[in-house]
């Protein structure tokens, strides 16, 4: 029996609803297969800054670095309660930035995915979400503008601010390598997201990318500068499979991948660092003018928890087991109210939980 350690930082807002939702499925994953789940839920995020002074402490950066694998709901607050909190120790840039920076998870996984059975959620036209959507969005994540020298100050009497984009080869190489993997093993096709008609960083990208990309020779690689491919996902979502981009890129261009889906809901995510150590979460935030109600889709964190028992456990049979679960609930008309079209069933957080846990308890179990 193989034993894991998991880290469930539940987070703000919405966070704590979905992330029930995701620990009642661990624990029937763990009754369906041969593996035991120690699972050791900390504080993280303003909930953590509120009792602490920190949105993470000592004791959760401990939790996280002994796990094999860390579960993250969501983090943040709204705009006017933000303002409780000094701007350099609010969730985003106190627990979230240094999470990703801790366990250099330099490659974060989106997919954008909508199979047919649920292209009514699309807000596009069926003729352009055809059979469905089903890109991956990999988006560097530990680099570029976020984590740049930044300074603010007055010169000549004005405010003025200065926050750099700092890429170096290495940095680059890593997550290009990443994208034709992915790549390699999908439609052989890397679609590369820059701006090199304006940011030197993107030339220098674009550089590394001709020097990678001999050894993958099988990888079809085409060039699209980031406004572009913003308009070609609302277009023509259906030509793009493998999508590399840097930091900032994929923070935008992932959101939108959420509104040509039907909801920022239907984005689960994996973040991996070196040696496949890796966090698992929303792609959205906390939702904080909906938390508390019960009413929260808890798919996009469901689906971190598939991502995880593939990627991290290699669990891969009972992940499309659970979207599978996932899918079939949608499929009967059930959904919760940021999905809600006429005909549909509306259903609870909790709700939607049970009945993905009815449809996996009745898939076949993986064989061991
Ligand atoms: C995301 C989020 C974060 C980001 C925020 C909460 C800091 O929007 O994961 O996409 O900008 O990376
Ligand atoms: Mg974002």
């Known amino acids: 029996m193989k034993q894991y350690k998991i880290a469930l930082l539940p987070g703000d807002g919405i966070g704590p609803e979905i992330m029930k939702e995701a620990v009642k499925v661990l624990k029937l994953v763990q009754e369906r297969n041969p593996v035991a789940f120690e699972l050791n839920e900390v504080p993280f995020g303003a909930v953590a800054y509120f009792a602490t002074g920190d949105a993470f402490p000592e004791a959760t950066k401990l939790a996280c670095d002994q796990a094999d694998a860390v579960l993250k709901g969501t983090i943040g607050l709204s705009h006017e309660e933000s303002k409780k ?11 979230l930035l240094p999470l990703r920076k801790r366990l250099n998870t330099y490659a974060n996984f989106r997919p954008v995915y909508l199979p047919k059975e649920l292209a009514h959620f699309s807000p596009l036209r069926p003729e352009v979400v055809g059979e469905g959507i089903d890109l991956m969005i990999i988006r560097e994540l530990v680099g570029g503008l976020y984590f740049g020298q930044k300074e603010r100050g007055i010169k000549n009497g004005k405010r003025f601010v200065n926050e750099m984009l700092e890429y170096d080869e290495d940095q680059i190489r890593q997550i290009l390598i990443v994208g034709f993997e992915t790549a390699k093993k999908r439609r052989k096709l890397l679609h590369n997201i820059h701006k090199s008609n304006v940011l030197l ?6 550089e590394i990318l001709e020097e990678v990309a001999p050894s993958y020779p099988e990888v079809e690689v085409r060039h699209m500068l980031v406004d572009a491919a913003a308009t070609a996902l609302c277009l023509n979502p259906c030509q793009f499979d493998v999508m590399v981009m840097e930091n900032m890129f994929g923070d935008i261009l992932s959101d939108q991948g959420g509104g040509i889906l039907g909801s920022l809901g239907l984005m689960p995510s994996a973040c991996m660092g070196p040696n496949r150590k890796a966090y698992y979460e929303p792609s959205h935030g906390s939702a904080p003018d909906i938390a508390g109600q019960g009413i929260a889709n808890p798919y996009s964190m469901i689906g971190s928890v598939a991502m995880m028992l593939d990627m991290s456990f290699g669990l891969t049979e009972e992940a499309q087991n659970l979207w599978g679960a996932m899918k079939s609930v949608f499929a009967a008309g059930f959904t919760t109210p ?10 609870s957080t909790a709700a939607f939980g049970d009945k993905v846990l009815e449809a996996l308890a009745k898939s076949p179990k993986p064989k061991v």
């Open 201 to 206: 960083s993107s030339v220098l990208w674009n």
């Open 338 to 347: 940021d999905l809600k079209r006429g005909g549909d069933k509306l259903i």
């Open 85 to 95: 909190i000094p701007v350099d120790k609010q969730p985003e840039r106190g627990a």
